[in-house]
Each structure stands twice: as C-alpha cells, then as structure tokens.
C-alpha cells in the first residue's frame, strides 16, 4: 500500500510539472512578427508611382483584412508591416503570398557593458593618454563648450543606443538640435515626422519626446565618445565643429529593444541627415541574422551612410571568432560597414610612456568579418583596465559627471568620431570612401593578426588623408552575400548570448516562458510531495 502510494504521488507530481510547463507555455507572451513587402521592379516614373499606390494598397490591406484583429505598425519607407501574435495559418499564407518578401520573427536586442568607477576628471589627457599616442591628437585641449554652426551643414552622428543625456554639460554643446520642435509647442509633432518633441535626438520605442537616457548610462557614455574625438580634431581641424550627435533611442529602460525599434530608430537617423551610425550592440550566433534589419542597414547605404559597429564581447566561454560563429550587425556584408574589435594600450608605472598595444581580452575577432581596431579599454600605471572614460548619464544623482567603461561598445564610437570629422573636411568623400581612407591609413599591430587589416586605426592620419583626397564617388553595389562570415547561415553551431550586447527572442525564455504559472504548479507539487512524506513520518 505505502510503495503504491509513493508511485501515486510521484505520478501527481510528474503531471504536476508537466501542466505547469504546458500552461506556463500556452500564456506566454505573443511574439511579434516582421513582414516585408517585395519591391516590384520600375522602369519609369508613372510606373514607380503605380507601384508605390499598389505598395500602400498592399500594407492596407495587410492590416485590415489579414490582420483585422491585431496590433499592426507600418513602417511604409522600409515597406515594413509589424504585427503580434500571427497564427501558422496566416504566417503560411502571408508567405505564400506572391507579394511577400518574407516573414521573420521579432528579436529583441541588449546591451551589456563592464562600467568601472565614476570620476570627476574631464576626458581629457590625465586619463586618455591614448588620444596623444595612439590617435595623433595635440595634447592642447579645446573648450568643450564648442557648439555647431547651425547656419551650415552638419555631420551628423546618429547614436543607436539607450539615448543620451541632453543636459549633460559634456555633451549638450554638441546635440543636433530639431529646430521646430524647440520653437513649437510642447506635446505636439511640429514637423510632422510622426515623433512628438524630438528636440535633442528621438524615442524611437515611444515616439514621444527625445531620447533621453535614464539608467544604464551607455548611450550616453558612447556618445560621450563621438564627443571627444570631436573636441580633440578641433584643434587642428577646426572644420570638424560641424560634427553633431543625434542620440536615438531603441533600447528602453528594462534594457531591451526589438528589431522593429531598430528599424524605426534607423529611419528616424536618415529623415535627420545622419551621414554617420554607431551601432555599439550586437547579438551571436546564425539566429541572430536578421533580414530585416540587414535591409534597413541596406536602405541608409543606399542613402550613403557609413556604420561603425561593436565587433561583440566575449561570453562566458571566452572572445569569439566572428569567422566561425557571426555577431550581428557587425557582420552585415555592407561596403560602408566596419567592424570594430577593441585593444587595450599599456602604460609604465608612471604613465608618462605606451609599453604595449594588446587586443583586449573581451574582443571578438575574425580574419575575414573585423576589419579594424580602438581603443575600448585603457590599462593605466597600476595596471588598471577599467576602460575609457566618458559622459555619466547618472551626474544629477551621484554627483559625478564621468565614468569608465570597457567593450566593443568603446571601440566602436572612436571609429565613428573619426569618420565624421572625415567628412566635415571633405564632405564630398562616399561612405565607402571613407571605409577605405580608414583601413589605409591605420597603423599595423603584430598583436592585431587575428582581424582583418592587422591594424588600429590612427584618428590624424585618416583626417589628414581624407583632407586631401578627392572624392571619386566610389559606391560599390551591395554584395550577394549579406554575411561576412566562413560559414553557412544554415548551420547553427551555438544559441545568441552575450558580447558587446545580447539578443534573445521577444518570447519568453525558459522552460517556463517567463510565466508564473508553471512555477506556481512546481511549488504547489513539490509542497504536496513534502506534506506527504511529513504524514508518512509520523506514522
């Protein structure tokens, strides 16, 4: 009796867990879905204007007939249809439809950084030694005050990040400002690009006001970046006060964004101007690939925009090979595209001379997917890697207006700095151009022979060379491989996880899908089995 007993109550229990898991399953959260609508090929004007009507016609009918019941988002410039919950009946039929291009599911991308301690001290040489001997920069230091001429063209650098602080004191005498909006009125979209208030930058998540950082200090710290190679050019390039930063944010307070924000963020960066994009995020591993988004990245190319993007950090095992397991977007195969690895400069005991340039040991790397190196790290006297010094978005409640951080995230906005002071001396110079005036003046590292170019970039060399190289219009076609990577986008050889960023699926994770009701029936069951073993107990 008591062993039938025992066997019934590990049988409840098993069921117990079972239920959990399934229940847990059948209310996770809907998952979100991108569609993307085919382009039909145009040979004239009143054709083009034909099949941009049919275009909308189709994005209308999507949600109205198809998607009646769900929650839709048009992005019409990137003929994007964003949509939740879809059934496999209708994602069958929407990619049987002969107007569909494809239908993916929505990922969500985070961020991931290693901060250090706050400091007081500005970003100058006292703790950037590397600006002088690795970048080429005069060791006098301009007023950071030094605002753009807003009566010419701008450089601008959009910032895809968490936002920036605004009212930073380092970093608001260098945001692009949105004209209208600031002499328009509050809580209305003056200019009537679908976002409300952008005054400094946007929310991309909610399109309501600009994008202000408020917790995790990474966009601002990056953009804090884009600034101090600025301020440093100035004094020898005085062209390079026309660099301006545009901070929008995708990626909210619960550190996640999806590539549908993404996108929104990224057509946001264009209608603005951006001639330069930092992505300092990223996601590992052949699910992370994303059409969607290589088509966006695709669409401001075309648009003559260069990206500057975090190779990736390592994981728990240890930097990855880029080669062998790709990070996206770092490994978009886009011609204006450079993937940035990380190194970290060694100073002697007194900091007063460079012992060695080291890639960094978070760095990914890859011999065909990272094309160049930046300092993301900076080991000073005593041995210290705590990282680069940047803005702190959290000045007004800890009192201290920088702090340090190491990654990818670092590396990649001193590529960005430099290309846009590229461009303000020579704007005439294509995004691709400036890819390659980057790779042919860097600097050659023996340590550097796991990346492509074995080198790190030199920031006055390429300013020099981009000066005084006239443009040849160069805009190469994109190649048919959207991958730079050895192997095939078929074969999956590990799960996404962390580096510079980490991506996960919209849905929940876990065996339990994030949802509390199979955990509630595992501790239910698990209560049940020790109430019976007390009653056996006493018997």
Not at 377 to 399: E, P
Not at 489 to 515: D, H, I, Y
């Amino acid at each position: 009796m008591d062993v039938a007993k025992a066997l019934t109550g590990k049988i409840s229990l098993a069921i117990a867990v079972i239920c959990g898991v399934l229940a847990s399953h059948a209310n996770a959260a809907p998952k979100t879905w991108i569609i993307r609508l085919k382009k039909e090929e145009t040979k004239s004007g009143l054709v083009a204007a034909q099949a941009t009507a049919r275009a909308q016609t189709r994005l209308v009918d999507f949600k109205r007939a198809r998607l009646a019941k769900k929650k839709g988002l048009v992005l019409p410039r990137m003929e994007f249809l964003v949509t939740t919950d879809l059934s496999a009946n209708e994602i069958t039929e929407l990619r049987a439809d002969p107007s569909v291009a494809y239908v993916e599911e929505d990922i969500s991308w985070r961020t991931q950084d290693s901060p250090g301690a706050p400091s007081s001290w500005p970003s100058s040489f006292e703790e950037a030694p590397w600006l002088r001997d690795l970048m080429g920069f005069s060791e006098n230091y301009p007023d950071p005050e030094v605002a753009p001429d807003l009566s010419t063209k701008r450089t601008v650098v959009a910032v895809i990040d968490t936002g920036s602080r605004s009212d930073h004191p380092f970093l608001s005498a260098a945001l692009e400002p949105n004209v209208r909006e600031l002499e328009g009125r509050s809580g209305v979209d003056d200019d009537q690009n679908g976002f409300v208030d952008d005054t400094w930058g946007a929310n991309a998540i909610t399109r309501k006001s600009s994008g202000t950082e408020t917790y995790s200090s990474h966009g601002t710290h990056v953009a804090g970046i884009v600034k101090t190679i600025r301020d440093h050019a100035l004094s020898e390039f005085p062209e390079s006060r026309q660099v301006s930063i545009l901070p929008v944010r995708f990626i909210g307070d619960d550190g996640s964004g999806s590539t549908a924000t993404a996108i929104v963020a990224l057509e946001y960066a264009l209608s603005r101007g951006a001639r330069v994009v930092n992505a300092s995020w990223g996601a590992k591993g052949n699910s992370a690939y994303s059409q969607a988004l290589y088509d966006a990245f695709a669409k401001l190319y075309a648009n003559d925009v260069f990206f500057s993007v975090a190779a990736g950090n390592a994981d728990g095992f240890g930097p990855n090979d880029n080669d062998s397991i790709p990070y996206f977007p770092a490994n978009y195969n886009i011609p204006s595209l450079l993937s940035v690895a990380s190194v970290t400069p060694y100073y002697n005991s007194n900091e007063e001379r460079l012992v060695s340039v080291e890639l960094s040991d978070f760095s990914n790397f890859g011999k065909r997917s990272v094309q160049i190196a930046a300092p993301g790290d900076y080991a000073d006297g005593r041995g210290s890697t705590s990282g680069i010094l940047s803005a702190y978005s959290g000045f007004g409640t800890w009192g201290h207006l920088y702090i340090k951080k190491q990654g990818t995230s670092m590396a990649a906005p001193v590529i960005a700095g430099i290309a846009a002071v590229m461009r303000a001396v020579n704007p005439e110079l294509t995004a691709y151009e400036i890819r390659k005036l980057l790779l042919d003046s860097a600097h050659s590292y023996r340590a550097l022979g796991s990346i492509e170019s074995s080198s790190l970039v030199h920031a006055r060399d390429a300013i020099v060379l981009a000066k005084n190289t006239p443009s040849q219009g160069l805009r190469p076609r994109l190649p048919a491989a959207p991958v730079r990577q050895s192997t095939s986008l078929e074969t999956e050889p590990e799960e996404r996880s962390s580096g510079c960023a980490s991506v996960s699926p919209v849905k929940p994770q876990g065996p339990f899908g994030g949802n509390s009701l199979g955990l509630i029936a595992v501790a239910y069951a698990l209560w049940a089995l020790q109430r019976s073993q007390r009653k056996k107990s006493r018997v």
